[in-house]
Every structure is written in structure tokens, then in C-alpha cells.
């Protein structure tokens, strides 16, 4: 029997000895985001991604050898166990396998087969099923016993009929084959409860699709439409092929085929086997759907964290409102909050300059540069204000900022504790500021699945969603790393290493202590000790600190290999460090890691770090769209290209923000000029993108709009 390790090597691809190597430091305690980015040279410069699928798998491998080994255990208790069997638990590749030999040897509630072997036909049954020609009539005869509960002979021939069905339904072999059977020619049928009723699943009011076409959308608006109780799905095996399948299986090739025992198949295929497929049929649908699902939340959630910030300028915060008036904030370069206000611009022409008054001032006491509007209730009107405001700021511009998840944000401990002394509507204008300023920052107060770029995520199983948006999360922190003076608590406890104790006695650290000065300081901070250290020093940046590495991604351990480099190639600090990667290769990459005593990857790393101290990734991706006019729903026409920013992508489009508050999908069949298995294949959440504009449905707030086109 193979080995798990060996498994994950055949199934993604990779060293042996890389894969032992990764399970052997998970084991030690190491965090996904310290293994990818400092141990390259044990796994091969595995990904963050590939090494969460790795944890995941291994994850998965090893509950299943340990429910091998309890089934293995529970039948031996029985005296059931032969090597056969044995074998056949080994070499099973999934739970379902597992269970299915399992199956004939777990403790069962009363059925009808067990009732019958209480009153003493099991070996009738086993008689009448070696189908050796004899006459089951004949058979029973003796199995006639008012005592045992038998009275009559049909009584004893039905208890046979079920103890051979319930067999026949435990059967591995059956099961599985049945299982690829539905698989492969099955069909996924939905009716309407109420085909009169009107709802959003019309569109599955009289639905068919074969198991092996259906997607994963579909599955998950079907499921969402039976839970309101609107839809009533099911699995269906057209013709008798499901029957003529356990037939094959019950049925020894004589000449006079057994009439009884083929009655007792059907009969175990209509009631008991079927049933039960189906079931798993569904749920095994439904895992993959939320499987995709919670993959393309993850996909999308990710480029959202990366958004490139708009730092170094003071930026003022609306969130739009009616009745309760538009709520302003004025927050520094840092985000720390300047000035508050409320102001009414759609409560009368008269509120609306007034608005203007106020805003301008804010504007030209704080030297604001940017504006974030939040794209919620009122966001149109706000933006009118805005854009006739700046005409006045020429040197000004806006964006319009999504704010899912600000409600959440505002009215939670966190926000409370941050920002005491303001409503819950003024946090979210802070949360709204911010957002612009920081997306990453901002976004990691918030529960992901708040945020609100994934498809169903709310029907998703909300432990395996919550683990994957999570470490998405803090990939996506460690990759851009976190200033330790003036990171959240909430930002530092998504640090490698880090818990939300850690990040608490970070901060209290500082506020008692003033600014770290280093990064050997950390030690000195409650409970953070050596594997802590260890895990997220790498991560955490010290702008104050006298030596430059502290600035940098380069860890700790790797400062002599650095000092050591700049050494061999003639460098000191202070120098121009820019073209040190260039000045590595020219040397020699292998030959410098030798005399540097670390890796090639190690070195190449430590050196882009040296040549950018202090370097943002997300300074590379474009960035986003500042605006200084609007654009209304009735000012778009077909034919026109336009500029907008990717805010989600789904199993069926991409839906773009184009500037009209009401975002535009492009079908996945407009997306490329190639065929797409998924969008996420072409375009990502934050992408900048031209579309054109297709179809402009005003009642229905329908935007229809191509990208393929926009190219040609």
C-alpha cells in the first residue's frame, strides 16, 4: 500500500522528499505563509496555494487511514476480518469506498431484513440464493414457525425476499457500480412546487440536466430553491438499466434464471439501493458545487486583499444615506480621523449647496486629495454632489468604494472599541476612507464572507469556507508584510506566528514603550517567544529601526547570508542596491549560495529584498480608477467602450463596475474569443478592464456588456 506521502507526490506533482519535508515542518508547528516564503529549498518553492491544497489533502488522507483503521478494527471485533477484506479497506481511495465495505458490518436499526433474520430465515435466504434450482416454496416449508413469528408460508418466503435485498444493498460492488452508472447516464430533473408561483427560479420551474453535465451554479440555486421549499429535485436513471445493474450482480448464469432472487434485486434496487444513491448522488454534487464555490470566493477574494492602496494623501470618507444624511469623515494619510460631519444633499436643491459648503471647507482646511464614496443607498446622488464640488479642487478626484461589509465593520466590538465616541454610521464613512487608502488594512476587520465577492457563499459549509477565506487572508498579509509600529490588532493577528493575544501585546508594547526600534525588540513582548519569533519576525517591518534589513522581508536568520553577499559582490549598505539581482546573476547564483552557506532561493530573495527595502507587491498591479465626472445608466448606449474595474467573478460572467452604481455583467461567452472553462481563467476581482456595452435594460437595471468585443 502506498504511503501518504507518496500519494501527494503522484497527485500534485511534486519531489518525494519535498512533500516529506513540507508534512515534517507542518508537523513542527510551521505556518503556511514561513514555509512558502523562507524554507524554498525543503519543498522546491512550493506556492502558498499548492501548499494549502497540500495541508488540505494530507488533511483529508489521514482522516481516512484513520477510518480505515476503526472499521478495520470494529469488524475484527466481530470476527469478520479476513485478509481479503483487510486489503480491500487498504487500497480504498475515499471515504465513500470505505464505508461501502464497511456497510454489511454496521450496527443497523430494525429493517425489515434484520426482523426477518430475528425470526430465523437467514439461512432459507442463503439457501434460496445459491440458486442451485431448487424450488423456494419448497424451501420455506420448513421454515414455517408460529413460535418465531413465521405463520405462513408467504410470511417466510417475504422475510427471504428481505434479508437477500438488504444484502444486496450492502454490497460494495453493487454500490459502486450503480454509483458510475448514475454518473455517467443519469439525469438531474427539478419541478416547481407551484408552477404558477413566480420567483427568481423559474428558470428550474421544469429543469433537466444529465448528472455528468450539470454545473456547479446550478446545483447550488437548485439546492438554495428546495430549502424555501419552491423547488422539488431529483436523480433519476432513465429506463431499467439501474435494475438490469443489481441483476448482473445477483443473478448466477444458469440456465433457468431465478425468478425469486431477480424479484428480490428489483425490489432491493427500488426501495433500498436507489434511494440511498440517490442521496449520494446529490450530496456528492453538492460538495463539489460548494467546493467551486468556496474556491472561486478564495479566487476572488484575493485580488480584492491586493488592491493597490492609495497612500500618502489625506482622503475624505462618504457614506451616502437618506433619511439619516450623508456621513463624512476627513482621515490623515495614516487613517487616523481629522474631522466628522453630516451633511443632507438629498433633502432639497437648498441642503444640496449647503453640502457643498461644508464639504468645500473640509476640502481646503485638510488639503483632501481623494474622495471614497461607498456604492450603497444614495451613492448617485452623492457622487452628483461630489462631482460638482471638485469642479472647484482641480487637483481632486474620487472612487467609488465598495462598502460590503462596512455595516458589519461599524457594528462590531472591534469598531466600538476603536472609535467609542462615534455612531455606528460614521464608523462605516471611517471604514469607507480607509478602504481606498488601505483595501488590506481595512478589509481584515471584516469577515470575508461579508465582503461580499463570492457566489452562494452563505450556503457553503461554513467551517471549510471560513478556513479557506481565512488563509487567503493571511497569504495575502505576509505577502505584503506589516509595519509593527502602526499595523491594527486585527492587522497583527493575521501575522505568520501571530494569535490575537500576540497582537494585543504588541500593541500594548508600543503604546507603554513607544515604537519598536527593531526587530530583536519583539522578544521582548509578552508571550511572543522563540517559535513565535521565528514564524513572523520575516513578516513584521520596522521603518524606525537603524538596521535596513529590519525593513525588508529578509528574516533574522538570513542577516549574516545578506551581510555576507553584499560582501562577496563589493557592497555595503547605503549603497545603490537596485541592480543587485542583476549583479547576483552576473556572479553566479549557485556560486554565491555555496560562499553565502543558504540556498539559491534564499539568496535570490534576500537580494530583490535588498534591492527594494520596504517594497509594497501591490505597487505593481494597476491601480484603481480616480474619477472626476459621472456617468448615469441612461448615458450608456450599445456600441460604447468604457473602462471599469472587475468587482466579481462567478461560474457564469464577470460583473464590472463601470460608474453607473449598478455594475454590468459580462457573460462568460463574451469574456474571451477562446472557450472558458471558468472566467477566472481570463480576468481577476480588481482587474481594469475595456468592455463594451451590449444591452442597457433601464426598468430592469440590466447592463449587458462584452469584453471580447471591446477588443476587436
Not at 522528499?17 to 508547528?29: C, F
Not at 462605516?428 to 488601505?438: K, M, T
Not at 552576473?586 to 532561493?601: D, R
Request: hydrophobic fraction near 40%; include cysteine; charge should be neutral.
Amino acid at each position: 500500500m502506498r504511503t501518504i506521502p507518496e500519494i501527494l507526490a503522484e497527485e500534485l506533482g511534486q519531489k518525494l522528499s519535498y512533500i516529506e519535508n513540507v508534512i515534517t515542518l507542518m508537523d513542527e508547528g510551521n505556518t503556511i505563509p514561513f514555509i512558502a516564503r523562507y524554507r524554498k529549498e525543503m519543498h522546491g518553492a512550493m506556492d502558498d496555494t499548492t501548499l494549502r491544497n497540500l495541508e488540505t489533502r494530507l488533511t483529508y488522507l489521514r482522516n481516512l487511514q484513520q477510518r480505515r483503521d476503526e472499521v478495520k478494527k470494529s469488524i475484527e471485533n466481530q470476527g469478520k476480518l479476513t485478509e481479503e477484506l483487510s486489503a480491500a479497506i487498504d487500497a480504498a481511495a475515499t471515504m465513500t469506498e470505505v464505508e461501502d465495505l464497511y456497510r454489511p458490518y454496521k450496527q443497523k436499526r430494525r429493517t425489515r431484513g434484520s426482523a426477518a433474520r430475528e425470526k430465523g430465515l437467514e439461512p432459507l435466504a442463503a439457501a434460496i440464493f445459491t440458486q442451485d434450482g431448487s424450488d423456494p416454496a419448497l424451501l420455506a416449508e420448513s421454515y414455517i414457525d408460529p413460535e418465531k413469528g413465521v405463520n405462513t408460508l408467504e410470511e417466510a418466503l417475504q422475510g427471504a425476499s428481505d434479508i437477500i435485498a438488504e444484502d444486496l444493498s450492502d454490497n460494495a460492488d453493487i454500490r459502486k457500480a450503480l454509483r458510475d452508472l448514475v454518473s455517467r447516464k443519469g439525469l438531474f430533473t427539478c419541478k416547481a412546487e407551484d408552477p404558477e408561483a413566480d420567483s427568481v427560479y423559474k428558470l428550474y420551474y421544469d429543469f433537466s440536466q444529465p448528472v455528468s453535465r450539470i454545473l456547479d451554479h446550478q446545483i447550488l440555486a437548485i439546492n438554495r430553491g428546495e430549502k424555501e421549499g419552491i423547488l422539488k429535485p431529483s436523480v433519476t436513471l432513465p429506463g431499467n438499466e439501474g435494475a438490469a445493474c443489481v441483476c448482473r450482480h445477483a443473478l448466477k448464469p444458469t440456465l433457468q434464471v431465478s425468478q425469486f432472487v431477480r424479484s428480490a434485486a428489483e425490489d432491493a434496487y427500488e426501495r433500498l439501493i436507489f434511494p440511498s444513491i440517490q442521496r449520494e448522488v446529490r450530496s456528492d454534487l453538492s460538495e463539489k458545487a460548494y467546493a467551486g464555490a468556496i474556491h472561486n470566493f478564495a479566487l476572488n477574494l484575493k485580488p480584492l486583499l491586493m488592491q493597490p492602496p492609495v497612500k500618502g494623501f489625506v482622503t475624505m470618507g462618504l457614506d451616502p444615506g437618506y433619511r439619516n444624511g450623508c456621513k463624512v469623515v476627513v482621515v490623515d494619510p495614516t487613517g487616523k480621523v481629522l474631522a466628522t460631519s453630516v451633511v443632507y444633499p438629498t433633502f432639497s436643491e437648498k441642503k444640496k449647496q449647503e453640502a457643498i459648503t461644508v464639504l468645500s471647507g473640509l476640502m481646503r482646511r485638510h488639503n483632501v486629495r481623494h474622495i471614497a464614496i461607498g456604492n450603497g443607498t444614495a451613492s448617485r446622488e452623492t457622487e452628483a454632489v461630489a462631482v460638482e464640488m471638485l469642479k472647484n479642487f482641480p487637483d481632486a478626484s474620487y472612487a467609488i468604494v465598495n462598502e460590503a461589509g462596512a455595516s458589519v465593520y461599524s457594528a462590531s466590538p472591534l469598531a466600538a472599541e476603536e472609535f467609542p465616541e462615534f455612531d455606528v454610521n460614521l464608523r462605516s464613512a471611517v471604514s469607507i476612507a480607509r478602504r481606498l487608502q488601505d483595501p488590506l488594512a481595512e478589509l481584515v476587520k471584516i469577515d470575508p464572507k461579508a465582503i461580499g465577492v463570492g457566489q452562494y457563499q452563505h450556503d457553503c459549509p461554513q467551517k471549510e469556507l471560513d478556513t479557506a477565506l481565512n488563509g487567503v487572508v493571511e497569504d495575502c498579509v505576509n505577502a505584503v508584510g506589516v509595519d509593527a509600529n502602526t499595523a491594527s490588532r486585527s492587522l497583527l493577528q493575521q501575522v505568520s506566528g501571530l494569535t490575537a493575544t500576540t497582537a494585543k501585546n504588541i500593541v500594548a508594547y508600543r503604546e507603554e514603550n513607544g515604537p519598536f526600534t527593531s526587530r530583536a525588540q519583539l522578544k521582548k513582548v509578552p508571550k511572543l517567544g522563540p517559535k513565535a519569533f521565528e514564524q513572523c519576525a520575516g513578516f513584521l517591518r520596522i521603518p524606525e529601526s537603524k538596521e535596513m534589513m529590519d525593513n525588508t522581508g529578509v528574516h533574522p536568520e538570513s542577516y549574516a547570508a545578506a551581510k555576507a553577499l553584499l560582501a562577496l559582490l563589493g557592497l555595503k549598505k547605503g549603497d545603490n542596491l537596485s541592480e543587485l539581482p542583476k549583479k547576483l546573476e552576473g556572479y553566479g547564483l549557485a556560486k554565491a549560495a555555496a560562499e553565502c552557506a543558504v540556498g539559491e532561493h534564499t539568496l535570490m530573495d534576500i537580494a530583490k529584498e535588498l534591492a527594494k527595502p520596504g517594497r509594497d507587491p501591490r505597487d505593481e498591479l494597476p491601480a484603481q480608477i480616480l474619477r472626476k465626472d459621472v456617468l448615469e445608466m441612461k448615458d450608456l448606449k450599445p456600441g460604447m467602450v468604457l473602462s471599469g474595474t472587475v468587482r466579481n467573478v462567478i461560474d457564469f460572467g464577470v460583473f464590472v463596475d463601470i460608474g453607473v452604481h449598478q455594475d454590468g455583467l459580462v457573460h462568460i461567452s463574451q469574456v474571451a474569443n477562446r472557450r472558458l472553462r471558468h472566467p477566472s481563467e481570463a480576468v481577476k476581482v480588481g482587474d481594469i478592464v475595456k468592455v463594451m456595452v451590449l444591452e442597457v435594460d433601464e426598468k430592469r437595471k440590466r447592463i449587458s456588456l462584452s469584453m471580447k468585443q471591446a477588443k476587436e
